[in-house]
């Protein structure tokens, strides 16, 4: 590549880039220093199941992405193309069949994970080697 063609933040890069790092640190520290705490696993996973819809899906989808993906698909986008959109194509029909399918039979079960599930509904053994796949791979 030549050095010519590299692209390099501007000073509105910069300035965008400290907004949305302070904005986070600001709502991350206000909800740490403020008021009650959860308590138990089912108030800090679940928020005691008491919030409504919009919240839990913003939560859902901050979760969902990595920190890596969200730094780098903007400059893979910027420097290579919007060919990466078709990947998001995929993700959009592949979060249908967990979000209809899944997530109704958990959250019946009052559960809030699929280790659960092996835990509670299947051998131990078998919440072992799931716990043990995740760690390695």
């Known amino acids: 590549m030549d050095p010519s063609d590299q692209k390099h933040f501007t000073v509105v890069d910069y ?4 907004l ?13 220093l403020s008021g009650g705490r959860q308590r138990t696993t089912q108030e800090f996973l679940m ?19 990595s ?6 698909v903007p400059a893979e986008i910027y420097t290579h193309g919007t060919q990466y959109w078709f990947i998001g194509c995929a993700y959009f029909l592949g979060l249908l069949i967990p979000a209809h399918v899944f997530i109704p ?10 280790y659960q599930v092996c835990k509670n509904f ?3 053994h078998l919440y072992v080697l799931s716990k043990t796949h995740a760690c390695c791979f």
Request: charged residues 5%.
């Open 20 to 32: 949305l790092l302070a904005a986070s640190a600001g709502i991350g520290l206000y909800y740490a």
């Open 67 to 72: 920190a890596v993906a969200i730094i780098g």
């Open 15 to 18: 300035v965008v880039f400290a």
């Open 122 to 124: 299947y051998s131990c």
């Open 105 to 114: 039979v958990l959250y019946r079960l009052q559960l809030s994970s699929a």
């Open 47 to 65: 928020a005691d199941r008491s919030m409504r819809c919009l919240p839990i899906s913003l939560s859902l989808i901050a979760s969902f992405q």
